[in-house]
């Protein structure tokens, strides 16, 4: 049958069982107006002893016994024999059972199929969505039922209406009531059988033809929108295809394990779980974790309304619960339950395994792309678009750097397409950039570089290990991939460099020179915003820190790192020993990462010994002597700020650091532009002697005569 016809076959269908229906209820409505109620024409209605003994029915507790049926006579009638059915009703039956003769069958039928519906549990649903579907039903329910104003039906109406009847279709773990494919109005103490019925919307759609997802799942879940297939690497699809094999190993148990996605990368666990539904003919719907419902009941019934969809749609579950560790205790608790449910093909994205395993779970690990899979994507990116030297210049020099998944290597990609030829690389670089600063903002500050390599007045040894810095930030790509040393090396990979020295003599200027160089943002680590004193806190925001930087397009400065990297202690309560659980924690995290770390700290005693162990290189920033001092005087004013001969051999002959000559510098054009003058030598003197002065260091008139 052509899907075209079958909305017009569905209509026929539901307008003979509607007609079928009409005729039952007025038969009903004679039958509840006589003296003596007899059955519903063509039901096999009898009293209880002659059920008992010719219909046994399966238990709710799995073993045989007798159903009772309710009628809404006060009285028992006596055993007779059932009418005979009219011409009509049997007339409406057969043209019934001739509409159902198509394929697919109808939409109500593939529902009680689908749900597990009796032939009696159908046609109560059925009377219950009349009233939606036929304006005039709801009349003829109320005569039937002896009372006009009842207009929505009940159990009571149901059997004495329909064969077959069963007092276990009113169970709460029937499907009726369970899906919540009808509602009960049962206001205060009236009977389960006198309760107003009325059936769900959704279920009234699927009945006419249209099967849309519920509006109350709407409200809570984030549709798939991307058209776009999944971008998935090779060791990513090898993942996907493990779990497609694992659910079709595990489409004969009654329940389909739940899928964990487990790592740090967001957009490649959402990929892979698209894949997997690709390949099962699903369409995925996603579950923020902050908008699962607390309050027990209300999960309950999200769980269910959710298990109704995923038997009426094809559609699979992706829960984002990558902050579980920090969500609060009820969401937490709300998200064990909602997920101990069945629910059909469902994810769950975390970033690491909960330690309480989640019941029925199966997990897989979904890592990013390897660093020689970012590589080639950006090799075969970079061709046709820069040119094959080029290209293979700058797929080193972002594979190296960028540890990014292949949807935004693509992104970048695309906007330098549309970027003149001679800056694609640039523009791919900045795009990088772009990509990797979101997260980092939020925990740390941002430095705008700006200083260069002309800017440093350093000792030969100190530049020579700067440069050093840099270079091997540069060339990871070569010498852990090209020449093998990744295969070798399991961690460590990362660089870590510790600038040590007295505050002033270019610490901080020296990492934005490094940065400014490679091209990449300085991030300076915010212990306002990390440091916790609840335990746990610390480490968290650690992590986080350190996960947004993994991504490769920024350079973590830790300020003053001694107030974080400090000597542990003897354990003498509880406080010192969570004090060494956080150091403990940063040995681990900065021997893992992959990126550019820089410690500054004007206490280089203070630093616990396990950490100088870890870093790479240690740049001792000494206190400059005159002759680096005279230089930086000499660089101390920009181009523009006017000034007279000034004698820095001079101004050198004062022990000031880096930091405390721009300070002066500083000072002094603010007073010549107060003046209108250019900076002079006495102004400066002035400025000097103002500094000295707020470093307490001893002032001798006969210097500034």
Known sequence: MSPDTWPADNNRYLAASLEWLRLRLKLQQLAAGSEAPPAAPGTQMTTLPQRAQSAPRRGWFGHDEPVTVVTASATTAPATAPPAPSTALQEAAERRRAAAAIDPPPALLMLAQRLGLSAFETDTLL???????????????????GQPARTNPTFSLALQLFADASWDALSPLRPLRYARLVDLNQPGATPLIAAALRADERVVHYIKGLNAIDERLTALLVGDGSADAPLLSATQQATADRVLQRLGAA?????????????????????TARAVCAGVGRRLYRLPLEALPTVRTETDSLARLWQRECLLLPIALYI?????????????????????????LAFVALREAPASALAGAWPADVARPTAQEQHQAWLEGLQPRVGDEAAARGAAELAGQFNLNLREIQHALDGAAIAPAQSRLDAA????????????????????VRATWDDLVLSDEALALLRQVAAQVRHRYQVYEDWGYAKKLNRGMGISALFAGESGTGKTM???????????????????????????????NLRRLFDAAEQGGAILLFDEADALF????????SHDRYANIEINYLLQRMEAFSGLAILATNMKSALDSAFLRRLRFIVNFQYPGPAERKRMWQRSLPPGVPHDEL?????????????NIHSVTLNAAFMAAATSAPVSQALMMAALRAELRKLDKPVSEADFR
């Open 320 to 344: 984002d619960a990558d902050e579980l560790d920090s969500a609060p205790p009820d969401v937490a608790n709300a998200f064990r339950h909602f997920v101990s449910r069945d629910l059909g």
């Open 647 to 659: 004698d820095f051999e001079r101004l050198a002959r004062f022990g000031l650091s880096g930091g």
């Open 127 to 145: 009377l219950c969505a009349a009233v939606e579907l036929d304006p005039g039903m709801a009349a003829l329910i109320g005569a039937a039922q």
């Open 566 to 573: 400090g000597k542990r202690s003897e354990v003498k309560d």
């Open 510 to 540: 020296a990492a934005e020179v490094i940065a400014n160089e490679l091209g990449l943002a300085l991030y300076r680590i915010d212990l306002s915003a990390v440091v916790s004193k609840y335990i746990g806190e610390t480490e968290k």
């Open 429 to 448: 670089w900045a795009d990088c950039r772009r990509t990797t600063q979101p997260r980092l903002d939020q925990l740390a500050q941002r430095i705008d």
């Open 251 to 271: 489409s004969l148990d009654a329940q389909v394990p739940l899928v964990t996605l487990l790592g740090t990368e967001a957009t490649s666990k959402l990929d």
